[in-house]
């Protein structure tokens, strides 16, 4: 009668036969500890990474303006500047000042088009010009711009952006 209750406390007649997969037992608190760690050490990179983002795409458009300004200074008569916009920080002392000066000289121009390629904006604006308008050009990160104008009164580039919505339905009316 032993032997037959002998399975009730974990005892066998067959001898065991040995797993190949090894038994990983990880207690509850040992496995939230861990879940925590990684975590918190997944934030951390993705942190650094966003830093190094930054600080690569700093680094690229002070060269893109080294480059820009260069480029401008050996440019021919026969060749069209392309200018690059950038934004820097200022004191906002200075802000108020430059905005006063600003809004003075700022002109109404009409934004037709944009596009990734220059080569494109550049065609475009050529169609432009043979149509008579004043047409500038001008990339902002990645885009080439397409600006028609450089009016002092709001109700002459009005009159022109009403022209040119027959054939550019999306243009607007900035201030640049």
Known sequence: MESKQLYLFGAQNEPEKKSLRYKVVLPLDALILLTAVLIIFLVFAFSLGIERGK??????????????LLAEQNLTADQKPIQQ???????????????????ETKLYHIQVASFCKEVTAEKEAENLKDKGYQVLVLTKGKYAVVYVGGFKNENQAKETLQVLKKTYSDCILRRL
Do not use: L, V
């Open 85 to 103: 916009a950038f934004i820097r920080p200022q004191a906002e002392s200075s802000k108020n000042k430059e905005k006063n000066d600003e809004e």
């Open 55 to 68: 600080n690569i795409a700093m680094r690229s458009s002070d060269t893109n303006n080294e480059s820009t």
